[in-house]
């Protein structure tokens, strides 16, 4: 097996080797816009830009690091192939390297991968890539990956941890840069996505070197803190439990490799984490107002955005690190934005066996800009009462209270389902 992991021995990166990187590529991968943004400009203060590499040929940065690590394995390697494990980002950036290159490729994703990147895989790849659906996460996957390499011989492309992939995925800040330079633009801020940290690592890496000034804020879901993990253990550490809605950051431990760069710039580093719910309204946010159609990892630095408080005006850049978002997970977006927000809520509701004792909750509890979406009468045999679970979506907020209250003076029995209780996250999640 070869891996192009090199955790005991890794070299720090420098802006110099990114700039290679970047002149190697720069004939297949073209680089992607930076867009002033007016909206989040107004809203937080900032001047802020987002860089699209939602555009990219595969709708993500992946294939950056992809491209410039397979391009730098020798004959014996490529003829040997290569395997790889990624949520499904990565995973297209290699089939497009393998395709382009003709060199065969294993991709092994987790079962929970949305169909949606399943399907651009087999498209970027074509006859040259197998995907292999396997295990609950990406580590799950990694660790397939790894044993079909220690039997086949085969060359892992690392998703992140491994000096190429950071080297490759550096090539966005040098990108950055360069276009801000263009524009007679300073960088003062800059939010970052984080998984396994490979982006995050080459983007320290890069401005470590050239703008040392320059802030670097990364952005973890609440649900997978991988990074402010191992900071706190002094080293990569698993996580117990991981959320797996930020698929594309759906990380259970971060890389060693991307660790110690990490480390060595924690002068420069703001480690922020936001709830997914946040992420599902920014996401919402940019399709409705930008037309971005940007996956939960792709909206993670926009999210990350209202987590710190930067000097009014400063230059700042988001991400936009993926655009690979099945339109069948919209439902759940858009129920986890409104719950985030406040203004969806779900009740057990016991309704005496009276007549009008719904029209009652209709007319006297409910306020006038609440709706019911949900109302589902549960079977009981207790002659007594009527049970019924009922979700609620308020005009407003600040609405809740009102609503508790008038619950409170009703001789109807309402119970508020609370977030993180099993029963709550069954229904947010269906």
Known sequence: MTTTTQSQEFEPVHASDIQAAQARISTVIAPTPLQYCPRLSDETGYEVYLKREDLQDVRSYKIRGAYYAISNLNEQERAAGVVAASAGNHAQGVAYACRTMGIRGKIFVPNKTPKQKRDRIAVHGGDMVEVILTGATFD??????????????????????????????????????????????????????????????????????MTPRTAVIGVEPAGAKSLAAALDNRGPIALEQVDTFVDGASVGK????????????LGRLHLVDVDEGAVCTDMLDLY????????????LSVAGLREVNLEEGDVVVAIISGGNNDV??????????????????????????????????????????????????????????????????LGSASDLSGLLARMNESRIDCRQLEPDTPEYEYLVSN
């Open 328 to 393: 069948l997970r919209y439902a759940e977006i858009m129920e986890r934005s409104l719950v985030h927000r406040g203004l969806k809520h779900y009740f057990l509701v016991n309704f005496p066996q009276e007549p009008g004792q719904l029209r009652h909750f209709l007319n006297d509890i409910l306020g006038p800009e609440d709706d019911i979406t949900l109302f589902e009468y549960l079977k009981r045999n207790n002659r007594e009462t009527g049970a019924a679970l009922v979700g609620i979506e």
């Open 254 to 265: 971060t890389g060693q490799a991307t660790y110690q760069i990490v480390e060595s710039n």
């Open 140 to 209: 799950e996957a990694s660790a397939a990956a790894r044993a079909e390499a220690e039997a086949t011989g085969a060359t892992v492309i690392e998703p992140f941890d491994a000096r190429d992939t950071v080297i490759g995925q550096g090539t966005v800040a040098a990108e950055i840069l360069s276009q801000l330079t263009t524009l007679g633009k300073n960088l003062d801020a800059i939010f970052v996505p984080v998984g396994g940290g490979g982006l995050l690592s080459g983007v320290l890496s890069y401005f470590a070197d």
């Open 288 to 299: 409705q107002s930008e037309g971005i159609i940007a996956e939960p990892a792709g909206a």
